[in-house]
């Protein structure tokens, strides 16, 4: 497989997800490390597993169930990806992205991203829920960025404006959603390494001090091929556990797969509260 991803290869994976469904989609959605369930609430779903979409990355990774559900929710038309793929998984920056390209070309306008991830600001505790205001493109500064290689001048600019990663007008909506169900919620800037290890306390400690307050490993190389196809992203980060600053902890897969049965209902609720002010 090339490393950059083609019109052609867009295309086979949208006509073999149009055949299979009679809505057009409008807002995307991908869901995160042990939040898949999300997609239960659905209705009307029609369900593809990711294996039957040509040119499809496929996810390798437990708690990623690796299918798409296309359906209403809140009577809003969704596509959403119960389980995304990683650039630790070995696929490249444009192949992880794909999914994004093919959710424009059917018709999102929209995109809501959410991951699981650690905390770094020492007000955060597992459970909470972050809207993302700002990210810092860690892998991208290091050179993998998402829009390397032959400009797809049919989604966007070969230098895209990223001053608004995260929408602002979703973002106070989304504020609504939290304060009209009484939930607290936090906010923040999200960090995104490319994983599989997990974070050195010194690398922990240095993400705090360039303004970090959540890290991951995923969500910002969908946001900038979002962000360069004209879509309006909406981030949020289930916080699944506490960044071991000083090295006192250990972070393993299992806590972050066990805090996202704490944030799948915060997160519907969220999610359901936002799609019904567009
Ligand atoms: N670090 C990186 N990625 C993560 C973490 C973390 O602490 N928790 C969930 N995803």
Redo the contacts with the bound molecule.
Sequence with gaps: MEDFITMKEIKQAVDAIRARIDIEPEVGMILG?GLGDLADSVEDAVIIPNDQIPQWPLSTVQGHKGRLVIGRLENVRVLVLQGRTHFYEGYSMGRITLPVRVMKQLGCDKLVVT????AINPDFVPGDLMLINDHLNIIGMSGANPLKGPNLEEFGPRFPDMSQPYDRELLKLAQEACNEAGMAFQEGVYAS?A?PS??SPAELRFLQTVGADA???STVPEVIVAKHSGMRVLGISGI??K??LDGSTI?THEE?LEAGKVLVPKLTTLIRGFLGKL
């Design positions: 490390t991951n699981a991830a650690g390494l994983g997990f974070e890290v991951g490993m699944s556990n960044a071991n972070t972050v």
